[in-house]
């Protein structure tokens, strides 16, 4: 993970997860969880986390994607998988840069 400043911003009824070059828009859910995460766990644990639910969100997708044809119900356990790691790792990042753990409107 870099130690690049990363900046948090309000976007509709979302928020943006901004570096210097890329943005990743996430909910309003994921910000107050990441934020939480942030504030309860260790850059260790988060760094833990991370790295099993990747694990996890691979492993589902080679048993769901690869080996079968997918389902309703399969891509729907891939999305929330998939933002579980966006979250975890925004979590992660706000820990190793000290971003606010809340961020309040201009």
Do not use: H, W
Request: aromatic share 4%; with cysteine; proline share 3%.
């Amino acid at each position: 993970m870099s130690n690049d400043a990363i900046k948090i911003e309000k976007s509709g009824t979302g928020f943006v997860l901004i570096g210097s070059i890329n943005r990743v828009s996430y909910s309003i859910e994921q910000e107050a969880r990441s934020g939480s995460m942030a504030a309860a766990y260790s850059y260790g644990r988060l760094d833990d986390l991370r790295k099993e639910t990747a694990l996890k969100l691979v492993q589902q997708t080679t048993n769901n994607f690869i080996a079968d044809r997918p389902s309703i119900s399969e891509l729907s356990m891939l999305r929330d998988a998939a933002e579980c790691l966006i979250t975890i790792s925004i979590a992660e990042m706000r820990k190793a840069t000290g971003a606010p753990n809340q961020q309040t409107e201009p």
